[in-house]
């Protein structure tokens, strides 16, 4: 089993940016694919980003190159760099993982870290 506990987020100003971390106990995290979700208040959870098992990297339309995911094996971490951030970024961030390389429903996941964007 994994736990997952996402750290990172806060209040910023539009353009800024942020760095959310995902820390993985419990296994070792480089044999999962992992994926970002978000969900803003009044909306569905929505795909963020995903960092496969394999290394491959896939974004939402959305992020146009503004959000990077990545991995660091040796802290068992995967991040979540975003930058030039938009008030439309606002939401609650999560991280999931699963064994499977695409996962069509994640197993674990974290409890998920508020990021809010100021105008």
């Known amino acids: 089993q994994v736990q997952l506990v996402e750290s990172g987020g806060g209040l910023v100003q539009a353009g800024s940016s942020l760095r959310l971390s995902c820390v993985a106990s419990g296994d070792t995290f480089r044999q999962y694919t992992v994926g970002w979700f978000r969900q803003a208040p009044g909306k569905e959870r929505e795909f963020v980003a995903q960092?496969?098992?394999?290394?491959?990297?896939y974004y939402a339309h959305f992020v146009k190159g503004r959000f990077t995911v990545s991995r660091d094996n040796s802290k068992n971490t995967v991040d979540l760099q975003m930058n030039s951030l938009l008030p439309e970024d606002t939401a609650t961030y999560y991280c999931?993982?699963?064994?499977?390389?695409?996962?069509?429903?994640?197993?674990?996941w974290g409890q998920g870290t508020q990021v809010t964007i100021s105008s």
């Open positions: 960092l496969r098992y394999t290394n491959e990297r």
């Open positions: 999931a993982a699963d064994r499977a390389l695409s996962p069509y429903k994640y197993e674990y």
